[in-house]
Structure formats: C-alpha cells, structure tokens
C-alpha cells in the first residue's frame, strides 16, 4: 500500500502562479504523477515523471507546467505558472507500484478570469 499526500492548490487569478507538492508513505515507487479532473469532465493527465526524471506532459500544460521529482523525500512537484480558467479542477497525485496506480485524495484548484 502506498498513501499519497497532496498539498498546495487554492484559489487564484488567470496569469498566476500555483505550486502542489505529492508525498509517498513508502520508497520504491516508479513513475509518479499529476492528473485533474474538470466538473463534468473525465480524469486527464497533466504530467509525469519517472524515477529517472524523463518527463511527460499534456499538450495544453507544456510550457507552462514543470514536474520535478525527489526521490529522497519521495515527493513529487507541479510548478503551475500562468494559469488558464481552464486549468480549474480537482489535481490527484499518482504513484505507480509495478501495474497498481495509487491515488491520492485530490485537491483543488481554482482559477478566475
């Protein structure tokens, strides 16, 4: 079993900037990761990482996103600059243990225009 804690998210303007951070309760995690979910919408991908640091991201975060990983404190960034109201929803952290995907509880983001 693996627990995911998430931090950071909130409420914030079109052009700011937010930063969410993803702790693991257990090393030997693989790849690591962010996913959202918009009201109405089916859960996407914006980022990941794996333990090696190659990184993936969403078309319509990159550029504007940046995922880091440390893997010493089993943690997992999300660098959100310049924010779209289309960034607004619930961000999960993932963390995959060979083919289990755990999730976190989610946290939300809000941007206003």
């Known amino acids: 079993q693996v627990q995911l804690v998430e931090s950071g998210g909130g409420l914030v303007q079109a052009g700011g900037s937010l930063r969410l951070s993803c702790t693991a309760s257990r090393s030997s995690v693989g790849a690591m990761g962010w996913y959202r979910q918009a009201p109405g919408k089916q859960r996407e991908l914006v980022a990941t990482i794996t333990n090696s640091g190659t990184t993936n991201y969403a078309d319509s975060v990159k550029g504007r996103f940046t995922i880091s990983r440390d893997n010493a404190k089993i943690t997992v960034n999300l660098q959100m600059n310049s924010l779209k109201p289309e960034d607004t929803g619930v961000y999960y952290c993932?963390?995959?243990?060979?083919?289990?995907?755990?999730w976190g509880r989610g946290t939300q983001v809000t941007v206003s225009s």
């Open positions: 993932n963390a995959k243990v060979t083919v289990v995907n755990y």
